[in-house]
């Protein structure tokens, strides 16, 4: 165990504020009364680790992450279950994936037993903060970004790590309906050798255009096709993609091919739909195979997972010369199974039959 300083929030948010909240938190919008801080410095290693009042950080103009962009970034849940107990899901995938992002962005890495004691930390002066409600959780965002003073374009010499964490509800403002998705064929996420298999704050950064160029077609997420031909299907914005073959009792997601993320809940799935007697097969799709799916009744649901979202169909395809309809543009049978399934084992309903879900309060 690591020796963690506690300093409690002198003007912690009432219970009647907190409740309020908690009865609408929508997503990302409120935080709770504390986070985690950790220092790095080269030489010392992790060092200082303490739970402190939430509060805004002072940076001095010069920080190298203002300058260099090194920062990193995870996301996680914390879900009440009925007995009363705290749990998170997988946090040692998140924990093993950060440090795979830190590795790719020439930061420290963070070990595993510190990244999950810190979430327990945190957990245990906030755990009024998470909803008993099955479609709410309490997020977590862990990250860490460089905070040496100095101009000069190389690694860091001292870092930040932190966790902060909002109550959360349905990740769409329009709730657990069909999205629709615009095909971008103008800008790409990522490219071979580059950093999308890392989850860097730069990644984001670059896709915001063309998600503002989607929200003008009037879709509500960015589909990201390859660098490189503009064929292969990626990622939906910041989410892994599943296409259902309904017919085969089939779900396919793109591979992994160095510029996909490799998301949490996406592998998740994989297994899960093997539990539910589906298989479930990572192969690279194309736009075409993608329409002339659908068109033929092949392809008869589409959906999107991540952390944040969960699990979120999609109904309209839009691009810049073409626009069709997944299946009846519903929510299909086999989503909304998956997605049950999901929730059963994060909410402890269902048994967790993979040891995913760890106590932490």
Known sequence: MTNFIVTNNSAPKS?????????????GKHFTDHMVLIDWEKGKGFINPRVVPYAPLSIDPANMTLHYGQSIFEGLKAYKHKDGSIKTFRPKSNAARF????????????PEE?????????IAVDKKWVPEDREKSLYLRPFMFATEVGLGVRPASKYLFLIIASPAGNYFPAGIKPVSVWLSKEYVRAAPGGTGEAKFAGNYAASLIAQAQAAQEGCDQVVWLDAIERRFIEEMGGMNLYFVYGKKNEIVTPSLTGSLLAGITRDSILQLAKDLGMNSVEKKITI???KKGCAQGEITEVFACGTA????PVGLVKSSDDEFIVGRGETGEITAKIRTALLDIQTGVAKDEH???VSVG
């Open 355 to 357: 040891n995913w879900t």
């Open 99 to 110: 440090a795979r992002s830190a590795k790719r962005m020439a930061m420290p890495e963070i």
């Open 114 to 122: 510190l990244f999950v004691e810190a979430i327990e930390q945190l």
């Open 288 to 290: 075409e195979d993608w």
């Open 15 to 27: 219970d009647n504020d907190r409740n309020a909240i908690l009865e609408n938190p929508g997503f």
């Open 309 to 312: 979202a969960v699990v979120t």
